[in-house]
């Protein structure tokens, strides 16, 4: 039932002088998985991504992506191995019109941007698929906008869109859904889940400040704190365990999430079940 | 309907201003028209600059090295007995491609004002080279150009003025429209497109699996090659090559001329060299304090419209299609 490992860090440390942002981090992400990591500010959170993406070379211990080590060998040698990320910060190409962006992403794929003299406009393969990643991220009627002049949910989306044009095996979502609104949360979530898997993504990897968010959707849910894997266990598992909650979400938001938890209808689960 | 509209008026500016180059020898005097050979020469030049400053982002204040190299390529040639135009502009080519090529390597690790500093550096080295080993570049003097052989022709027995005011107009008319028709669909290809990525989102473009140095090189000698067939194309023009032609003085001419016309569109540095090179032919005929006036004109323009005069226009096209 289990299946194979394909990222992996193991004791992973990674210090600033006398700090440590992460001390002895094991874990490991699976084919098929939807794992979220989640953790107070300051628990290493964003260390951990930028370890994970090759940003970063770890202190100690190793980061493995389909058994070959990625410790610091940058962002565009492991977005060629197969792993893509989105940003918690807008990533955008201000200038770039919905189209182009989804474009560019295809081009380097590809390895077409080394073509000088082929016409961008007339790559009918190229328009064809742009247009399709568009048209399934609900983009299609703003193809023409420029990135800048759109709304903030979908500036999350086309950073997202581009991300998955690559055909990653592994992607990284960075707090997909922060800085939108409640109702956009659940439909971005439901759009670049649909969209993953019709692009045929392996395994997701969520980090995430809502709680509804990670709780619904997750897989198993990796919890942080100063540093250290605090709980790896499934939703259900975790909800159980109110001290891990606490510790990991702090006093005040403790008692709201624990609420929500409470109140949330049954239904919101099953959805995700089916 | 109205960017249909919009489109061919575009269309129809493109086709009459190819039908006034075409004609102008006939059309205009000959001062106007001598001009004008200055201004090809400075198109292919400035859009190579800004090949590199408005498509990638990276501001060179050095790009009188290439302009200079070109030049120099073809009065180095000549003194070789090499008199085709053809065959001088391919040296050119390789000439400046390999020096773009080995500065470039350097250059393009850096960003930002490092990249600016480096590559005026390396323009200044160039400057000096010229001045000091005068033994081989003539020094201060210079070096002659004579008339080059177009297509086969030698034209030593037609008057310098006549060859230049006819053959050669319309031989480096051919050149400007050809090599500025290449580099617009270098611009329209998916190299283009992945250069302006870069300038837009260098992190965003490195998470795409860009590797952005390796673009950056190459934008770097495309735009080194079109300088100096700016310069090449210029030097029988001028009839004499010197070291000014180096001068930082020079590298400034094409960013002004960049921004008199504007960066952000591709014709923009074209018009920009046209409007300058009239501009301070008229003023130092006309005026004694010519870079006085000629120094307010630029800095009234760039307030009034930071965009350059191509930037303007287009934005006073937006706004009349949003107001319709």
């Not at chain 1, 439909?187 to 969520?206: E, P």
């Not at chain 2, 008339?147 to 034209?155: A, D, I, Q, Y």
């Not at chain 2, 032609?245 to 590298?251: D, I, N, T, V």
């Amino acid at each position: 039932m289990q299946k194979a490992a394909i990222l992996n860090a193991n004791d992973v440390s990674k210090s600033y002088k006398e700090f440590f942002a992460l001390s002895e981090v094991t874990l490991e992400i699976r084919e098929g998985e939807i794992v979220s990591i989640i953790g107070p500010n300051g628990a290493g959170k964003t260390t951990l991504i930028n370890v994970l993406t090759g940003l970063f070379r770890p202190t100690a211990g190793t980061v493995y992506f389909k058994g070959q080590d990625i410790g610091g060998i940058g962002p565009q040698k492991l977005t060629k191995l197969g792993l893509a990320r989105s940003f918690q910060l807008l990533q955008i190409f201000p200038e770039f019109t919905t189209l182009e962006f989804i474009k560019i992403a295809i081009v380097s794929r590809q390895g077409k941007g080394i073509n000088l003299f082929s016409s961008l406009d007339k790559d009918k393969g190229l328009n064809g698929e742009s247009e399709e990643i568009i048209n399934m991220f609900g983009l299609y009627e703003k193809r023409n906008v420029l990135s800048a002049n759109l709304p903030q949910g979908d500036k999350k989306l086309l950073d997202i869109a581009s991300a998955l044009a690559l055909h990653p095996e592994v992607i990284l979502l960075d707090e997909p859904t922060s800085g939108v609104s409640t109702s956009e949360k659940n439909r971005i979530m439901d759009i670049l889940l649909s969209a993953s898997q019709r692009t045929g993504v392996k395994s997701i990897v969520l980090v995430e400040h809502d709680m509804d968010i990670v709780f619904s959707f997750s897989d198993r849910i990796i919890a942080l704190h100063q540093g250290r894997v605090l709980a790896d266990c499934t939703p259900a598992e975790l909800e159980k365990n109110e001290e891990v909650v606490c510790t990991v979400m702090g006093q005040k938001e403790c008692f709201q999430t624990f609420d929500s938890l409470l109140n949330r209808e049954s239904g919101e689960r099953n959805r995700h079940d089916a | 309907m109205i960017l249909r509209s919009l489109m061919k008026g575009k269309i129809l500016v493109g086709i009459m201003a190819g039908l006034i180059l075409l004609f102008l020898p006939r059309i205009a005097t000959e001062h106007i028209t001598f001009v004008m050979l200055g201004v090809f020469g400075f198109t292919l030049a400035v859009l190579g600059f800004n090949f590199l400053f408005g498509y990638l982002g990276l501001l060179s204040l050095g790009h009188s090295l290439f302009f200079s190299l070109g030049a120099y390529t073809v009065a180095f040639s000549m003194r070789q007995s090499i008199f085709s135009m053809e065959l001088i502009i391919l040296i050119t080519i390789l000439v400046s491609g390999l020096v773009a090529i080995l500065i470039g390597a350097i250059c393009v690790r850096y960003t930002q004002i490092h990249f600016s500093i480096l590559t005026f550096a390396f323009a200044m080295l160039f400057y000096s080279f010229l001045i000091k080993f005068y033994f081989v570049t003539g020094g201060d003097d210079g070096l002659r150009v004579l008339t080059p052989h177009l297509v086969g022709t030698n034209f030593a027995d037609v008057p310098k003025m006549q060859f230049l005011l006819r053959e050669y107009y319309y031989y480096t008319l051919t050149v400007t429209g050809l090599t500025t028709w290449v580099l617009w669909r270098i611009v329209k290809s998916p190299f283009g497109l992945t250069i302006r990525a870069i300038r837009n989102n260098q992190v965003k473009s490195e998470y795409l699996g860009i590797s952005i140095w390796k673009y950056r090189w190459a934008t770097f000698i495309i735009s080194g090659i079109y300088t100096a067939l700016g310069g090449a194309l210029m030097a029988p023009v001028i009839g004499n090559v010197d070291p000014s032609l180096a001068h930082w003085f020079q590298s400034g001419s094409l960013i002004l001329m960049t921004l008199l016309g504007g960066f952000a569109q591709f014709v923009g540095p074209v018009l920009g060299a046209l409007i300058f090179t009239y501009l301070q032919d008229f003023l130092m005929s006309a005026l004694h304090y010519w870079r006085f006036v000629f120094g307010a004109l630029l800095a009234f323009v760039v307030i009034v419209a930071p965009e350059g005069i191509m930037g303007a226009i287009d934005s006073f096209l937006k706004k009349i299609k949003g107001g319709v």
